[in-house]
């Protein structure tokens, strides 16, 4: 009986006191004192390097709601109840990420407050808001860095991967492959394009390789710029030292700088026929002959200034230089024409091309000299058991750490400086073929990548040592006949040559 009379008084009590709520007056009263505006009292944001700040200040506490719109990349905060007219703006902001912000006033139902709308250039990380100074200030941070990706099986010992980076320069977007060349099937070599330039797409269908990339730099008519081997014949050499990958018949890569290495003699007898032995003095010699010599500098490539290019009739029935230089015919070990260019090549000989310097030396040869030219890969690759290889340069990583060799291999600012589409590829510590590309020189889908950033990325994705190969708009990736970078050209560019893998089958 006691607990059931206190629980009727107790509710008399509500009763009364809900009475009282409803007397003229009193309903409105508790109303306007929930619906009390809040003001705002100052708005402002800012960028750093790695983030974008709002803070806000109010009179009192607010309630709030944060949203990010991935579809049109806003950030949207509403205030509801929030007076602010003072700050409502529209302003295009010079950042990486933030590029708009707009306050405006908010209309929901029949509640007002304001509405501010960060516009953003690309992808960020989810934002967060949190209050301060007991409610008075509220902060909205969003971090600029983000990244998202995946990476899938292709077929047994081959798998695709990539990944979309939202950096404070901008986005970044970026395709790898990872070969295993330990798996049946597996082998990995480089092709020649058809008539002189090819699709990557184009050359990988040819010979039935399941993935490919592009290769090494190449001269306006296809020819390559640095070396290629296919089955252990030299199709065009080495250029001016510098980085190459071998590909050797187990399957297994390295990497290294690799040269042609020689030199021209010219030899002399003791005395000329005819002269007696009294006249020798005008010849310098040991007693049984004397050279001279110049260093070779290359062979079947394009003469640069005072160097020494030898060219033999494998590649080219002319050497197809120009007249500022001077070319010596060799055949049998003797000279047997002088020309000023364009030389034709003996099949059973070879020519020296020189200029500058190089060029001053040949010309104080005659026909009918003797002379001993001899010529060689350093280090040795064919000899070493290396049945591929594929030049391009300069290395990234050397041993796991970060060695970029740009300035020792000549390379000129369009290559070294800047952020460009790029293409490269690593090998890491299990052995294993990385393939990268890097989208560039789109800058709502990515801005590309430093010499320095792509050595990074190499070294995120595993590689101990990494060398870079052509890009700019020959950066192409292709996995089953599909081209999965963006190459910067809005379509495929035909280059000379690709890296090709195949996972069974194909011509190999």
């Keep these: 009986m006691g607990a059931r009379y206190r629980a009727t008084r107790w509710q008399a009590i509500v009763a009364i006191l809900l009475a009282l709520s409803i007397q003229p007056g009193g309903m409105a009263a508790a109303a306007s004192m929930q619906a009390s505006p809040v003001t705002l009292e100052n708005f402002l944001y800012f960028t750093t390097d790695d983030k974008i700040v709002v803070d806000f200040k109010f009179n009192e506490r607010t309630v709030y709601t944060l949203d990010y719109a991935e579809s049109s990349n806003e950030i949207i905060i509403e205030l509801p109840q929030v007076m602010g007219e003072g700050f409502y703006t529209d302003e295009q902001v010079n950042d990486s990420v933030l590029h708009t912000v707009t306050v405006a006033p908010l209309v929901l139902d029949s509640t007002k407050g304001l509405r501010v709308v960060l516009g953003l250039r690309h992808k960020v990380p989810s934002p967060l808001a949190f209050h301060v100074s007991q409610g008075r200030r509220l902060l909205v941070e969003a971090k600029k860095d983000f990244r998202e990706g995946f990476e899938t099986f292709v077929a047994p010992g081959i798998a695709y991967g990539h990944w979309r980076k939202d950096t404070p320069n901008g986005p970044l977007f ?31 269908n040819r010979y039935g390789a399941i993935a490919a990339v592009n290769g090494i730099y190449f001269a306006s008519d296809g020819s390559p710029l640095g070396m290629v081997m296919i089955d252990g014949k030299l199709i065009s050499p080495p250029y001016l030292n510098r980085t190459a990958m071998g590909i050797k018949t187990d399957g297994t890569f390295l990497i290294d700088n690799v040269a042609v290495v020689g030199e021209v003699q010219r030899v002399l007898p003791v005395w000329p ?18 050279r001279e010599s110049w260093p070779i500098d290359g062979t079947n490539r394009r003469r640069l200034a005072d160097e020494l290019i030898v060219y033999t009739s494998e590649d080219s029935m002319r050497t197809g230089t120009n007249i500022y230089g001077w070319e010596i015919v060799v055949d049998g070990d003797k000279v047997i024409d002088r020309v000023q260019g364009n030389a034709i090549i003996p099949r059973t000989g070879y020519v020296l091309s020189g200029h500058g310097k190089a060029a001053e030396w040949l010309r104080s040869l005659e026909v009918g000299d003797s002379i001993v030219a001899t010529w060689s890969l350093v280090p040795d690759w064919p000899n070493q058991d290396v049945l591929h290889a594929l030049g391009g340069g300069p290395r990234l990583l050397r041993a796991g750490q970060i060695d970029i060799t740009a300035e020792m291999e000549k390379f000129q ?8 589409p790029r293409t490269a590829l690593g090998i890491t510590a299990s052995g294993e073929l990385l393939l990268v590309t890097v989208n560039g020189r789109q800058n709502n889908i990515s801005i590309g990548m430093t010499l320095l950033e792509l050595a990074e990325l190499l070294g995120d994705l595993g590689a101990v040592d990494a060398m870079n190969l052509d890009g700019g708009g020959s950066s192409t990736m292709v996995v089953r006949d599909v081209v999965l970078n963006a190459p910067s050209d809005g379509q495929p560019r035909p280059v000379s040559n690709a890296l090709l893998v195949w996972a069974s089958g194909g011509t190999y």
């Design 174 to 204: 970026v395709n790898y492959m990872r070969v295993d060349p330990s798996q049946p099937g597996v082998k990995v070599g480089p092709r020649m394009a058809a008539n002189g330039k090819e699709a990557v797409h184009q050359l990988a």
């Design 273 to 290: 026929p005819g002269q007696d032995e009294d006249e020798v003095e005008i010849w310098s010699g040991d007693g049984d002959s004397s």
């Design 413 to 420: 600012a369009d290559i070294t400086r800047g952020r460009a």
